[in-house]
């Protein structure tokens, strides 16, 4: 039910913002670790996590400290100076994942299109690919933002109608394919194959048991680099620090975004070699408030936050929890239920198309007024992905809302 309050900030933004999004009739204004509230004070479990940004749970009281302590001294310098928060973010970041140098950004968008224009770079530099031949391969069914250069590697007709011509030298395969990846391979030209470990916005797709190994092999084999867009799957959210650390997969190119910042502002990174990121000269990239001192603070304590509360384990071990409770509805509802899978907090259930119109959209506004915050991905999927920091207990209590308002809408 829309209250007097909610109903004036659904009119204003429909008054005065682009239709772009269509979100769910809530009005939050207030978040706490897994939980967020509305402008009617009414209490949600908060099952998106920002399309995961909030990893580490909403306003997490270490990173909020950080960002106040370091916007009270100094937000922002641009890179035409040096400031003391940078370097050290920078030393910790490749101390944790293990490469040599990395490239601050904003958006997951930037740094995956950072990424792209590193292997070119690198294409032209080090693997001497012949002037402007260089191609980049993509999955089908990735996402890595909306910019002109990520639509022009997607394969979603709604993100790429009307908005052609689109960026060459990009090549799409399928996902999950070795065999259409090492045929790709066989042209000299191409400098990077960039895929998601897991496809999040495509649905959580999980590719096979053994296909990042595989992928990894044929791109050293061909001097290729591998590019693992981890801006989703990242940071704890698949049940280890990174979801490539699943099968010890280590790319040429790690692209880390959204929780980055614990869900507090805009921070995202390209981590690579020196042979790759020294390839870049000042004027030929850059960013005003990439790498600014508030985001550099932040970054930090939003990873060792991270590391410290064990939020990959915990998310590793709810995840599993979870995912035995949710597939009971398979076996209750074969006909309706399709499949239920994930990594750690990375879920999904998907159903069946239905006569009457998308199941997913309309079980996630049953959802909402069970109090849990979920989003559907296309007509018949929904994701679940809830802060790493949610309990046992709190997952046993949400999962029971799930089950019910599901069950009650199938029936």
């Not at 939980?35 to 909020?64: E, M």
């Amino acid at each position: 039910m829309h209250t007097q309050t909610s109903q004036f900030y659904f009119d204003t933004e429909k008054e005065y913002g682009a239709f772009n999004y269509e979100p769910l009739p809530v009005v939050l204004e207030k978040g706490k670790g897994i939980f967020l509230w509305d402008t009617d004070g009414k209490r949600y479990f908060d099952f998106l996590s920002a399309y995961s940004a909030v990893n580490q749970g909403h306003c997490h009281p270490k990173i909020i400290e950080t960002l106040k302590a370091q916007s009270e001294k100094l937000t922002l310098t641009s890179r035409a100076f040096y400031n003391d928060q940078l370097g050290p973010m920078e030393k910790f970041l490749c101390d944790t994942f293990g490469f040599d140098r990395m490239v601050p950004m904003n958006t997951g968008v930037e740094a995956a299109e950072t990424s792209v224009k590193l292997a070119r770079r690198w294409a032209y530099q080090i693997k001497k690919v012949p002037a402007d031949k260089a191609k980049i391969v993509f999955a089908s069914g990735n996402f890595w933002g909306r910019s002109i250069g990520a639509i022009s590697a997607s394969t979603d007709p709604t993100s790429r109608g009307d908005f052609g011509p689109f960026v060459p030298g990009f090549s799409i395969i399928p996902f999950n394919d070795t065999e259409a990846l090492k045929k790709e391979l066989e042209d000299p030209n191409v400098a990077a194959f960039m895929v998601e470990p897991i496809q999040g916005e495509a649905g959580v797709i999980v590719p096979r048991e053994g296909y990042l190994k595989e992928v990894r092999k044929l791109c050293s084999e061909h001097n290729v680099l591998l590019i693992l867009d981890e801006v989703q799957t990242g940071l704890g959210r698949t049940g280890k620090l990174l979801a490539a650390d699943h099968e010890n997969v280590k790319p040429d190119l790690l692209v880390l975004g959204k929780a980055l910042s614990g869900g507090t502002l805009p921070v995202s990174a390209v981590l690579s070699s020196d042979e790759i990121i020294l390839t870049l000269k000042p004027g030929t990239h850059g960013s005003t408030f990439g790498g600014n001192p508030l985001a550099a603070a932040v970054a930090k304590t939003a990873i060792q936050v991270l590391l410290e509360e064990n939020l990959s384990e915990n998310s590793e071990a709810r995840g599993t929890e979870f995912r035995s409770s949710l597939h009971a509805l398979k076996s209750e509802y074969p006909d309706k239920v399709k499949e239920i899978r994930g990594k750690g907090l990375l879920n999904a259930v998907e159903f069946f198309p239905d006569a009457t119109g998308p199941r997913a959209k309309k079980i996630c506004y049953k959802l909402l007024d069970s109090g849990i915050l979920a989003k559907q991905t296309h007509d018949h999927t929904i994701r679940f992905a809830p802060p790493l920091c949610i309990s046992k207990t709190e997952l046993e209590e949400a999962t029971s809302l799930i089950l019910q308002t599901i069950r009650k809408t199938l029936d």
